[in-house]
């Protein structure tokens, strides 16, 4: 059984603080890395997509891969109340069929 | 550019009564996926499609569920008898192909049984 582990939280910031949402796997076959933002009573939408160990920066947005360690990260910069949501993480193997599984993801809270 | 519609996107029923629920993915996406997400938790994939055919269904509870994606375009996820624990949001999703890509998800189907 594969699977994919998150603090459900919730995780609480202040308002320009960095946000750190962690996210750890087990299949050492993963290949392919998704953290997906989800607002209450709305569907998952695509934050960012990570390959390859290290980081990727995407505006204020960092996702860091350690497959060695089998751990993906989010970080948030200059955290904004917008930010709150909860931050689904997804794993998937690479090539053939694209069965991506997802944790439960880590409620965020920004407070102003 | 259309994203994924679903519908109905409420529906309430009493236990043993059947549902359907209809999606249409964006248009030219070949890869097509059915989650159940169940409160306080994240997406579970129940079928994926690629064009009108099934890549994976093995997580769909075969005795009460079953999907078909007829001419590669749209779907419909049927449950009969639904049970209680069948209570959750119906997401489909939609994805070029079935390597990295991004996937879409429609606004989902909020199924409460009684």
């Known amino acids: 059984q594969k699977e994919v582990e998150q603090n459900s939280g919730p995780l609480s910031v202040p308002e320009g603080a960095i946000a750190s949402l962690n996210c750890t796997y087990s299949?050492?076959?993963?290949?392919?890395f998704f953290w997906y933002r989800q607002y209450s009573g709305k569907s998952p939408e695509l934050i960012m997509s990570i390959y390859s160990n290290g980081d990727k920066e995407d505006g204020r947005f960092t996702a860091q891969l350690n497959k060695a360690s089998q751990y993906v990260s989010l970080l948030i910069r200059d955290s904004q109340p917008s930010d709150s949501a909860t931050y689904l993480c997804?794993?998937?193997?690479?090539?053939?069929?694209?069965?991506?599984?997802f944790g439960r993801g880590t409620s965020l809270i920004v407070h102003p | 550019e259309a994203g994924v519609a679903q519908s109905p996107r409420y529906k309430i029923i009493e236990k043993r009564q059947s549902v359907a629920f209809w999606c249409n993915p964006i248009?030219?996406?070949?890869?097509l996926y059915w989650y159940q997400q169940i409160l306080g938790q994240g997406p579970k994939l129940l079928i994926q499609f690629q064009n009108n055919g099934v890549v994976d269904d093995s997580q769909l509870p075969k005795d009460r569920f079953s999907a078909e994606r007829l001419k590669g375009v749209d779907s419909t996820l049927k449950i009969q008898p639904a049970k209680l624990e069948d209570s959750a949001v119906y997401l489909c999703?939609?994805?070029?192909?079935?390597?990295?890509?991004?996937?879409?998800f429609g606004p989902g189907t909020r199924l409460l049984v009684l």
């Open positions: 999703a939609s994805s070029i192909g079935t390597g990295q890509e991004t996937q879409y």
């Open positions: 248009s030219g996406h070949a890869t």
């Open positions: 299949d050492r076959g993963s290949q392919s």
């Open positions: 997804a794993v998937s193997p690479s090539g053939g069929s694209y069965i991506p599984t």
